[in-house]
Each structure stands twice: as structure tokens, then as C-alpha cells.
């Protein structure tokens, strides 16, 4: 019997020296990687920043739970047929440059919603269906959100934002007024609009000609 140790047997050097490595291999993968892949990202010049307005809305956006139900990633057409419903090109990085922490969502209950501002860009249209989405698409299972919104007998009062229900859904002498989390949640929705062209995500090099004929023969 050798009294050496075997070469699979632990101890606490090799325990720490193995731990090390896949530390060492997982932060690569994981966070150098995506790094150095995303850190030529730039915002392509069709999108603007997010107004202080829109940032608002983007809070009522995660603190509401859309994300729980609709993404923000149309995909590719050899993926998804993202493109013929209606959702948009693929998304790029570039598209998500103000986006912190980004929406991407997983979930598609409800429609992506990354081109929503530009297929529904009607204020009134997107107001009346968080007050009610039965109104406008019937049999939806979208959760309504009245506490955005306040329900009044009476007129609304100068500066307010009254939402016009369709005819069926209109209470006679109530009137809903938007608060403002109603309006800047909207005001999100609307900016949601990446049908510019896309930047490609990196500099594409120019193969040579010369090599180019050698590699196809
Ligand atoms: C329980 C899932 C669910 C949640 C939560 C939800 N939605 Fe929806 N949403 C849907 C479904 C389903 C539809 C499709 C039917 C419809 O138009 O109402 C939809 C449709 C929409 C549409 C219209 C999309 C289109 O292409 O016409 C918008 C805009 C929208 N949702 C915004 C929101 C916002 C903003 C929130 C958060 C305040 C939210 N949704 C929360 C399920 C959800």
C-alpha cells in the first residue's frame, strides 16, 4: 500500500485552488464576456433618452407588474414570427442603451411591447384600456388598474386628463380622470418605439477581397 496521497484526494489547498478556478472560469463567462461583447454598444441615433416623465412611468411600469406578462424583446424571424404579429425587427443591443435595469420580460401573456408607441400610438386608446382593457379588446385577461385613475360624478376640473370610454363602457355623469402615475405610465408606452433601423451590435470588418476567393474556392 503507498502511504502518498492519491491524486483526486482533497485537501484544503486543492479545495481552495479548485474553487478558485471555477470562480475564476465563471466570472469570465458570465461577466467578462458579455463585457467585452456589449462595451462598444452605442445607442443607435433614432433613439432618445427617456424623459424625466417617462422614467416616472417606467417605475409604475415594474411597480404594476406589466413585466410579469408582456416582453420587450421582439425576436428574430427564425425564432419567433415576432415580425408578422406585428411586434417589430429583432431587437439589438443598442435599443436597450437607456434601459436600466432593462424590461426584457420572459413572459408574452399579453403582446411584446417594445414597439407599442408606434402600433398604438393613440393616448386616449392606451388611458381607457388600463382603465378597462375590456373595453377595447373584449374577452382580454389583462388586469384592469382603476387606482390609477379617479372615478367622479360630475365635470373634471380645469388641467385634468379625462379618459374617453367607448360609448358602452361610458358611465352618464361619471367621469374618469388619469392621475398622474396613469400619465406617465403612458407616456412610457409611447416612447416605446424602436422602429428605426438597427445598428448592427459590432463593427463588421471588411473581408479582403483576396482572402475572401482563396477561403471559397
Ligand atoms: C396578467 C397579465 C397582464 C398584465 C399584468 C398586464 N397585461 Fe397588458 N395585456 C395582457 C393581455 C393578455 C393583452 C392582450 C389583450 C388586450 O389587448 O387587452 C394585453 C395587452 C396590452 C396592451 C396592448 C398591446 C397591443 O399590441 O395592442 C398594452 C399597451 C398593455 N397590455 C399594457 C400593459 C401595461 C402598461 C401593464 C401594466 C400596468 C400591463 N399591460 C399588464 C396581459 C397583461
Known sequence: MS????????????????????????????????????????PPEGLKP??????????????NGCVYCHSQQPRDSKLAPDNKRGWGRASVAGDYAYDAPHLLGTMRTGPDLLNIGARQPSKDWQLGHLYQPRAYTPGSNMPSFPYLFEVRQGAAKPGETVVNLPPAFAKPGEVVVAKPQALALVDYLLALDRTYPALPALPVAKPKATTASKEKP
Open 3 to 42: 502511504s502518498g496521497k492519491s491524486f483526486w484526494e482533497m485537501d484544503e489547498l486543492r479545495i481552495i485552488i479548485g474553487g478558485m478556478i471555477i470562480l475564476g472560469g465563471a466570472t469570465g463567462i458570465l461577466v467578462l464576456l458579455p463585457y467585452l461583447l456589449l462595451e462598444n454598444v452605442r
Open 50 to 63: 427617456y424623459t424625466e416623465q417617462q422614467l416616472a412611468g417606467r417605475q409604475q411600469y415594474i411597480a
